[in-house]
Each structure stands twice: as C-alpha cells, then as structure tokens.
C-alpha cells in the first residue's frame, strides 16, 4: 500500500502540528462555508420527506410484506402474479432480521409502534393473541365473514386444523365473549421422534421377536436409549465429552412443552388465568428431562457437542452424531433431500409408560405461522386481499409445484410442507407421496404417522403473556438442567426442579395479573411537564443574562461576548435540552408509569421500582455486569505490559503499536461474529488448540500431577466458553483483552511522556528496576489510570452489542447484562414504564460510581504541575 | 560499549563476523538477547497471537462448508484437474467399537481385498477412469458405511461371524451407491424453462441430454448415465480452449421470448474448479452469462440463467446468474438458428466450460464465499447507506466540537463553569439511559425508519469530541485572536480563520474516530431501521449472520467487507488516530 503512512513517519510527526500537506480548511471564505452547510441541511431535509411519503410517482398503493422468504425461491414470482391481477397494488418484500423467530418479535414491534408497520407480515402464530391483547393486530373475523360466496380466493375456515385456527383467535382470558382470529394461519409443524435405526441395530435395540431395530415408545425406554447409544471422549465417562449424542430432550425442538404435555401437564388454568408452570406433571417433565441431560454428564456437554453442528447435507444426525432427536416434520425434507437411502424411522414421541397405559394417544404440540395485519397498516384492503390470493389453492400449488420441480431436477424427492389448511395438506399429500410411485415406503409410512398425528396435537396456550412465558419456561428449563437451585434446595430440603420452575413462574404470573387488573386510571397528560422544562430552559438563558449585567463590572463579562457564547454553544444547548436533559427528566415521569408505546401512558406509583428490586434478573443482570469490571484492570495490565515491552527503545516499534492496534479499530459486529466462531467448542481454533495441548505430553504429565492432590483422576477439559454458564463472561473477558491495544496507546503516550532524569536520579540513589517502577511510573501514570478506570467503568455499564449478537443473554441468563436486560424490557416487551425504572438506575449507578473515582483520586492520583 | 558492540557500531557486520571467533559470536548473540532480543521475541509472540484471530478469519472465509471442521488454518488448495470423470480419494476405515486390536487388522484386510473384488466386479464398462483405483476407493466407503451398520457385538465373535455378517450388508446397490459416491464426474441432470407468470416447463432431462446436446467444440463426449449426462472431458492445460455444448430447442407451446424468466440448469459438479458460463441467443439477440460458475464440491446444484426481471428491483438474493444482451443477432447467426420474423421461437443455448488453472482454481475457492457475501444481500446498498451515515455524522460531529468548543475555550461568559460540569458529565452517561426518550421524541417526528436518528445527534455534539477541541483550543495563544478582533474581524470569523485552522490536527483525529463509530453502530440500526434498503452493513451483516449461521466461511467473509474499510482508514490516518486515542488520555 502506497499511501500508507509509514512507521517513521508516525514516530517523528511532531504532535498537533500542522504540515503542507493539510487542507487548507478554515481560509474557505466563511460565506461559502455556511453556503454549503445550509444546502446540506435542505438536501438532507428534502430527501427525508422524499423517503417518508407515502405517495408512488405511479400511482399504486405500496404492500410492504414482510416475512416473504419464508414462502420459498418462488415468493417474487408469485407476488409478481398478484401485481399483474391487481394493477393498483405495489408490494414491496423485506425482510425483519429477527434474532430468533420464536421468541422475538422487537423488530416489528418497534415497526408497529414508529407508526410505519409494514402492511402484512409472516408472524409466528404462538404469538398472536399476546399482540392482539395489546391491540397491534388488526381483527381479521369481519374481513372473513364479508367474502362474497364467489371470491375465487375464499378462505374457508372449516378447510383448516381447528387447533391452527384456535391458535390464530384470541379473546381476553376469563371472559366468555366469541374468539375473535387474528392471526391466519399458514403453516402447521409438529414434532416427532427421529430415530436413526442403524444406530439401533448397532446397539443391539431390536424387537425380540421380528429382530427389527425398535424405536422407543415410553419415557422409561427413551432414557436408556440414550444412554446406551451415546459415547464418550473417554468410554464410560460422561465427563469427558460426547462424541455422539443417543437423545438429548431439548436438541431439534421439544421444548419442555412437549414433555410437559405428554405427562399431563398445561401451562395455564382453563380460564387462563392462572400460570400452572411449576404444576407437579410439569416439574415430572423437567425432572425426566434433566436426568437424561445427567445421564450425559451435563447439560453443557451435550449443548457444546451440538454447537458445532451444522446443517443441510452435513446434518449430525445423517453423519451418526447423533441416534435419536425430536424435531419437527420439516427435517423430513432434508432427509429427501440429503439422505433419502438412510434407515430412520418417524414415530410420535415416546410418552411415560402409565399415561400410555390410561389409554391415552401419543400427545405432541403444533406450531407454525400465521399470517397478520398489524392494526395500523396503511393498505389494510390491500393487505388483505394479498392474503388471501397467498392461501387460495392456486398459489399454493404454484409455490410447491416449483418446488417439486426444482428438487426433483436436481435428483432429490419432494415432500410437501405443513400446512395449516387440512384440505391443502391431504391433497398435497396424495398427489406427492400417496400417489407418487417412486416415493420410497420410508416416507410414505412417515407421512401417514404426520396425518394421524394431525389431527389431534395440542398447541401452547393462547395468553397475552405468551412471549414471557416462553421465555421464563426456557429460562426454567435452564435453571433446571443447570442445576442452579441445587444448593439452595439441599439447604431447605425442597425440590430443586419445583423449586425452579417456582421461581421462574413468579414474573409471568405478576404480568398477567398486571394485564387482568382494571387499567390505572389516571392517564399522563404531557402538556404540564412539557410547559414546565420549557419555562426551566428559558430560567437558564435568562440566569445567563442577569447575571452578565450584574457581574459586568465585577468580573469584566462583555454583553457581545456572551451572546457570541450563547451562538457558539447554541447545538450542544439544543442538543442538551431536546436528547440529553430532557429525555432524562421524562425518563423519570415514565418510570412511574405502565406505558406500552401503543396505548398511552398511566400513573402506577412506585410499582415499577417495588417490582424492579423484587426482581431476580434485575440482581443478575447488575452482578454479570459487575463480573465484568474484571476486564478493566485485565485490559489495563495487559495493555500496560504490551506499552512497556514497546518503550524499550526496540526497533520497529510502529509496526508492532499496529497490530496492537488492529483489533480495536474492528467493528464490534464484526468481532462479535468472528469470536462467536472463535469460542466454538467444536470449531474454533481455541478449543482445537487447547485440547491438542491437553492431549501433549506435557498436559498429561500436569494431568497426572494434579491426580497425585485429587480423590477423583484430574482431566484437563477446554472449556465450552458461550454455552457454559461459568465460562461465558469469561470468554467475553477474553475477547475483551484482544482490544488491549487501545488502553497500551494510551499507556505508551503517558510513558513517553516521563522524563528521563527522574529514573536516572532513582538509579543514583540505587533504585532497583521495580523501585523505579513502583515509585516513579505507576505515579507517574496514575492519571492515566484514573482515565482509563472510569471509562472502562462506563463503557462495562454499557455492553450491549456484543452479548446481543453473541449469546443474547444466555446461557441461563449468565450474560444477561444490565443494558440487555433494559433493551430487552423496552424494546421486545415494550415495557418502556419498568424500563426507564431500569434506565433510571443505571444513571444513579453511573453517578455514584463516578463521584466515588473523583473522590479517590483525590487521594492517589498524581498530577503533573504543568 | 564492548569490543563487538564497536564492531557492530563501525557499521561492517561481515568484517566483525570474520574478525571474531565463533565463541564471540555466540557471546555476541547472548549479549544482544539479553539485553534486546527477547523483547523482540516476546512481543513478536505477543503481536502473533494478536493477530492469529484475523488470520483465521481470512482463511476460514476461503473454505468450503465441509473444510469447516477441519483443524487446518488453511484452505485446502485445488488443483488443474486435467481430466473428468476422476477417481476421490479413499476414506480411511477406523477400528469399530468392540474391534479389538490384533483381530481387526486382519479382518480390516480381509474386509478390504473382498470388498474390493466385489466393487471390481461391479464396475460399469465406458468410465474413463482406472479401475483399480476406483475400485480401490468405492470399496473403502462401502466398508466404512457397513460396518458402522453392524452390532458392535458382532466383532467380539469370531472373524469368520463378522466376516459374514458384513458380507450380507454388502448388497448390489451399496457398492453402486459407493461407486457412484467416488466417482466426481460432472452430470447434467436437466434442463427447464419458468416463465414470468410461474409456468414450468421441462426441457430435456436424463438421458435424452446426450441425445439432444451436441458438442460444439472442446475435447468432451456426452455419456448417458442413471438419472443424467456425463460429460467426459479433457484440458491439457488450464489454458485450454473451452469446451462448448449447444442446445438448440423451441420454445414450449404459449411461451413468447419475452415470457421467458429462467432457465435452470440442473447438475452435479465435479469438484474441479472449472467454470461455466452461458450465452442464449432468443429472438434475435444474444445473451452471455454476466459470470461464470465454478464447479465446486460434489453436491448436485442448480445454475439459474436469467435476463433481466422484476427479481433485479428486489433484495432477493441473488441466486441466479444474470443475462445481458450483448448484441443483436447477425442475419447468418439467425439463420442458423432457424430464426425468422415468422418463426422467432427458435432458441440456441451454449454451455461454456472453461478451464481452470491451479492459480484460477485458487482464485475462484478464495473468491467464492465473497461472492456468495454479495450475492445474499444487497451489499452495495447496505455500504452505500453506512458512507452516508459516516459522511453526515463525521460532518456533524466536525462541526458541532469546533463550534461549540469554541464558547467554553475562548469566551468569557457567565455559567461557562456550570456548562462545562453539565458537558463533562454528560461523557459519563450511558447512552441508555436516554434510549427510551429518545425513541419516541424521534417516532414523535416521524422519523423512525429514516436514517435521521442516526447522525441527527452528532450535530448538536458529542461531549467527548467537545472535551477533546477544548483541551487544545486553550493552548492556542490569545494574541492570534487578539489581533484578528484589531484587525476588525467579527467572532464567527475570528472562529473561521484563525481558531479552525489551528485546530485540523485534532478535527482529523475527531474524524477518523466518528467515522469508525459510526461505521460501527449497531443498536441505532437495530430500533430506528424497518427496510431493508436502508440497513447499514452493521445490521446488514448481522442479518446475514440470522439467515445463515451455519454458512460461517460465508459469515467470515462477509466479516472480512467489513473489516477492511475500517482497517484501511485506520492505516491510512495512523497518525491522526494514535494522536486523537493518546490526547484523549491526557488528562485525568
């Protein structure tokens, strides 16, 4: 590179001088300037209204549908088919970069509450009554009852599962009034077991009598197949790490749903309103669940095995690493696809043997999508005609014909998708696989067990607080499996199952009766506190100007001088008063208030606050965030280190202060996404690296070492980092001492900036190296530690983006950090009442801290007397 | 200074060598490690591992998805392979659980020369390929995948039970299965034709390609196999001239050239890195391919050719490969497609594969998942939005510490002191706390899903760039202001002419460090940005990251796009960086 400005360069460039090379800013004549910067300004200003208009130049009213790519290769064909039978419509497809299509809807939320939503979206159905209680989906029931008899699209709702359509409904739980749909639902998926039969054969898992491998059919037969089908780093211990998994329960998609179910257990009392999370069939389920995950030595075993899995045709469990999973009917394609001559069987999920005995059918759950109109669309007819040309029979053959046409050109079998329609799905499932005489009978049998299975499934109970309790169920599992309450249990002699779906029950239950309970009655009105800021700011100025004439003589304060000032000053006085000031003093209003961005706001008192400090993720998220002050005096003692090695006079300097350097100026996504990889158990160079170190002579003879100490033989493991509890902020740490670079910068400046007669003086007196050290350059540099203390203080309050993309929070909330915790709250809960509590915490938090470095760095920081 | 401390001083290091003894040498290098070398070798050690993580993201991102698991850093590299069809390598057969020791080296053999004369009998006649080795390989998958079929109680028996357990799994279709599997041969499987309006239509298919497809130039023969063609060909170097296949076909009954939106070429690559391309001539035009595809990996695969469509104004991405008209048709070229102004449905599609040298074949691995990067999302548009938001918040941000610093440095007014505490303290505060206010102050004025939220802030100033400008404006001496206001200039152009030029240093500094913040900013995008034509490459890469995770040598190198801008400015402005992170640790 040409242009790059070289290491010598940097070391002799005189600071904050100028040089030839420079523009010549500043003698542009000022007219110009300001010239330049208005039309910027009207430039900018023009082309906000431009993009914000609703208006097309042609006319045609815009669609934006989001979600599309959930209907295969061919959705813009099909779109563009409705465009040409519907000249006046415009649909414009987009995407919702939703982290995980099950439990976070922020995105179009955040959408629905800017007031721009889009106009029809592919919405995961668990979750439209819980958006439909807080009136952000438009009511589809008058738009089904008013199709004239002849609409060639018709939707017939009699033609569809009627546990899709009672997914889809929603009306409030414990009154009686007539579900109202709004949510139509598209497609249907249910879970089953996978078993992989030449793994069975293996194992010796056959039918005494045809000598046939045997899928288990009880809970009982389900946990000794996984223990006898997987295996270990180390045969017989579990400790050692899988090398093949025989079953975990939450590996593919179970869920405790699925567990709970069959053992009897609901989620809700029949009114809905009651939350029955810790009910015992439900804690028999988890218990079930995290004994097999024992069996296996852990659950972060199992969960660190898996994450290196990948998909497609390098499937686990079509290269053996796996024997048996529940998981949806949709991993039927990528066994046509990837595996078609694999041995599998597709059997219902095994159930406990004495539900089996009562007579009872195997139970499993179904979910899918649905498609919605938020309520405040723009086009809702439009919308709605989009809908239902996307399920009429026509278009669904189209978008699987092309399907079927693809697949099979490229030498794969076809299989069609679920589909919430019963009458679709049956006649898809004749002409394809009934009818189709090269189907394989592997899959011709799998589809008749799906058809069976179909019609009696159960779904997750339809609740307005849907997303909480999936989240606290999950969060339950976890606890769980983790054994999180274990100590706490043995001390109190409880359950630490119960005791865990106890304690994760408690949030959902507060929310629903929060829901149930009469709104608060008294709405905040802005108009007075609005009035009252403004006549604040307006105190300031004319503080300002009273005080110029008073002190005019006394201290010399020139009128010109001071408005000059107040120009001057002028953005960062807006700036202040509009985003910074204000927004702080409102946070404070919000925090006593329930406000939901779709419905005003109400006074609730203290509520938020009584609620917060009851909280348990509130605690946990403020002692992860603490954990990671570790990083500062980490990054700072490394980076001090780095800045001493380089101060040593060695040639080459500059290069070196580079690739220090480097890693800082990485954007935090991209570090993000590289160290997600680099932590991979399975993948990562790290975990490759440690363990051929573990697996050195050496490492054995440290192993061996340690053993002599131990009761148990000590085995050196690699840490699973972002999917154990106890390595993952750790492993962030890590990543964080990566950037150490930015603090040695720092350092190497404050360094440089010694003089050198001080040490020669302490050498004279007979100071050893760490005298010198100690004495003159940690003195020396204590301002430099002070600075990076604080900022490393606030940026640790602050971490957000790389625990969002990395591990959002998990596992079992071990890095859910505070700003996580309040970005969660506000902005997929919409919670924005609790979450400016949270906000407002964090400000006193940050003040403290900040007033307690001030005041001891009084005591220790050495300032330089320039 | 010591005897060869001089010498080396003198500047002669070949005179000093051959002046000293060995010994000296030694003593030499001793003295010099002790008192330099291992600084070196500590922070070279150090500087290594530092940027071990960017090498192995530059690496990873040059791999196929099945190099994934390997503990390899780098790639594995193709080669010019002269000739398809082509024997794969042999998998190796590890001892099965149960096996012991002894006992499974000679079954493993004995399992092996049977299972190899079973395969060597059932080789197909008319592959160009050896036999033995073929036979060789397709017999080690057949063993690897039957014996992971058998009991494990099976090898604890006698040799001679396993041996005819095993011999009952090999059956006729394992071993055409595994000669099938080893063989990397490229097969066209079919061709089809979808119009606009979502009709499909089959072109030719299987065997009846060998029929329907000729030849054109290139050494090639079209072999009729299963469920497709092979193409057997053969380049002497990577040089080589193309082999070319013509397919002349009419158009299916109700189609009109201008209804024609793909054609889908299905087919199953032979790992060899090659490329094809295409060129239509329809209704007397002729299209080419904008790219070629590289044959790469085993896997059957689809290549779709298409002219442009309503799929160019969308974000779809792109999985297509794009036609564009390149000239009209000569009057004997149509001709010789049967092309008339009556009878204009005659259509001519060649297929060009071209060789590729082992320097090619490297090129087109390492490019590959880059431009399965751009392909997947609109990645120009997704820069262009982050430039701007780069452009206007760097111009703010320039703007806003200079002006504004300008009251606190050099003007005397009363509550400066006051500001000045509420400034400083606004650098401690989270950016948070004010997360919830701020969104709905900007939804208030219609402002979500605008870029505006984004840089609108950095024009009334950022505390610590403001900090940052009032620091040095202070050391600038007051009489350069003073003689301007003799010389009758007002104070915005006092400010304009002497105080911001004074200050470029520092502004230089300010604007390499907004410029990376704001190509960095992620929860900005994440709550004010609905579509998706105004994502930044922040949220953009993420998205990528949502929709295919698994796909991570694709992810890296979408990691890698987004890298190297900011790095390069990095390199490019050092100085000014390095100053602006040292001043701002200054002061305490």
Known sequence: MGSVVTVDDVERAPPLSRTRSEPRLGLVPLRVAVACMLSLLALVAWWTWRSTREARPDGRETIVFWGSSQLGEDAYTIVNRFERENPGYKVEMGTAVARDLTGDAQRLLTAITGGVPPDLVWFDRFAVGEWASKHALEDLTPYIEGQAPADSHRIDLAEYYDWAVDEGSYRTPGSSEPKRMYGMPVSADIRVLYTNLDLLANEGLVDPVTRQPKPPATWEELRDYAKRLSRFKTPGDPSSGLTRLGFAPNYGNSWLYIFAFQAGGEFLSPDRTRVTLDAPPVVRALRFMTDIYDDLGGVAQADAFQQGFQSGPLDPFFRGQVAMKIDGNWCLDGFAAYAPDMHFALTPAPMPADELAKGRDPITWAGGWALVIPSTAKHKQGSWKLLQYLRSWETIQLLEQGKRERQQSEGRLYLPGGQANRVHYERLIKDAVDDNPRMPPLFKQSFATLKELMKHTLIRPVTPVGQMLWRQHVSGYEDAVNHVYAAKAKAENADEIAMALAANQIPVQRQLDALLQPLP???????????????????????????????????GYRLRETGAALLFASPWFIGFAVLTGGPILFSIVYSFTTYDVLTPARYVGLANYRELFADPLFYKSLGNTAFMILRIPLVMVVGLAIALLLNQGIKGIGLYRTAFYMPVVMPAVAASLLWMWIFSPSQGFLNQALSWMFDSAPGHAFEWVVSLFTAKPFHLDAPLWLKDQNWSKPALIIMNVWTAGGSMIIWLAGLQGIPQQLYEAASIDGANAWKRFRHITIPMLSPYILFNLIMGLIGTMQIFGEAYIMTNGGPANSTLFYALYLFQESFQFFRMGYASALAWILFLVVLVLTLIQLWMSKRWVHYDQT | ???????????????????????????????????????????????????????????????????????????????????????????????????????????????????????????????????????????????????????????????????????????????????????????????????????????????????????????????????????????????????????????????????????IVSLKPDDSWHRVAATLDLDRGRWVSDRSTSLAQNRATSIVFQPPSFDDDTYKARTWVRLSLERPLASNEMFENDITPEHDRSVLLRLTISPSSTVRAMWGKATRNYQRAFDSVPFWTYVGNSLLLVALTTMGALFSSAFVAYA??????????????????????????????????????????????????????????????????????????????????????????????QVRPILAAIAIMSFLGAWNEFMGPLIYLRDQSKFPLSLGLFGVNLESGSDFSMVMAGDMLMTLPAIIVFFCFQRYFIQGMTVSGMKG
């Not at chain 2, 279709?173 to 239509?201: G, H, K, N, P, S």
């Not at chain 2, 400066?416 to 401690?428: F, K, N, P, Y």
Request: glycine share 6%.
């Open chain 2, 1 to 263: 200074m010591t005897r060869p401390d001089a010498l080396n001083a003198i500047g002669d290091r070949a005179v000093a060598e051959e002046l000293m003894p060995r010994a000296s040498r030694v003593a030499r290098f001793g003295r010099w490690f002790a008192a330099k070398g291992w600084v070196h070798v500590l922070v070279m050690t150090l500087a290594a591992a530092f940027l071990y993580p960017f090498a192995w993201m530059l690496f990873t991102s040059m791999k196929t998805d099945e190099e994934l698991t390997s503990p390899r850093l780098l790639p594995e590299i193709p080669h010019f392979v002269p000739a398809s069809p082509y024997v794969r390598e042999a998998p190796s057969l590890a001892r099965p659980e149960g096996a012991s020791e002894d006992g499974w080296k000679t079954l493993a053999e004995s399992i092996r020369r049977e299972t190899e004369a079973a395969v060597l009998a059932a080789i197909p006649a008319g592959v160009a390929v050896d036999p033995a080795a073929w036979a060789h390989a397709a017999a080690a998958v057949v063993a690897v995948r039957e014996t992971a079929r058998m009991p494990k109680q099976a090898w604890q028996g006698s040799a001679d039970e396993a041996m005819a357990q095993y011999r009952a799994l090999v059956t006729p279709v394992a071993i055409t299965d595994a000669l099938a599997d080893r063989l990397a041969a490229l097969e066209i499987q079919t061709l089809q034709l979808r119009t606009l309006d979502a009709r499909i239509f089959p072109l030719v298919g299987g065997a009846d390609i060998a029929t329907k497809i000729t030849v054109e130039s290139g050494s090639a023969t079209l072999v009729p196999t299963a469920d497709g063609t092979r193409i057997d060909y053969r380049f002497a170097s990577g040089s080589d001239a193309p082999v070319v296949l013509a397919y002349r076909f009419t158009l299916p009954d109700g189609v009109q050239p201008g209804d024609l939106h793909k054609l």
């Open chain 1, 521 to 555: 009655p008294h709405q905040v009105s802005w108009a007075p506190y609005l009035a009252l800021y403004a006549l604040a700011v307006a105190a300031c100025l004319l503080a300002i100007l009273i005080l110029q004439r008073r002190r005019r003589l006394s201290h």
């Open chain 2, 408 to 501: 606190f440095a050099r003007l005397r007014w009363p509550g400066r002191g006051v500001a000045l505490i509420v400034l400083l303290s606004t650098m401690m505060l989270p950016g948070q706390v004010t997360m919830i206010p701020s969104f709905l102050i900007w939804r208030e004025l219609g402002w979500y899903n605008t870029l505006n939220p984004l840089w609108v802030g950095a024009w009334f100033g950022n505390a610590f760039f403001i900090f940052l400008m009032i620091q040095h404006m202070r050391t600038i001496p007051k009489e350069l202001e003073e003689a301007a206001r003799i010389d009758g200039l007002k104070v915005v152009q006092t400010w304009w002419y002497i105080i911001v030029p």
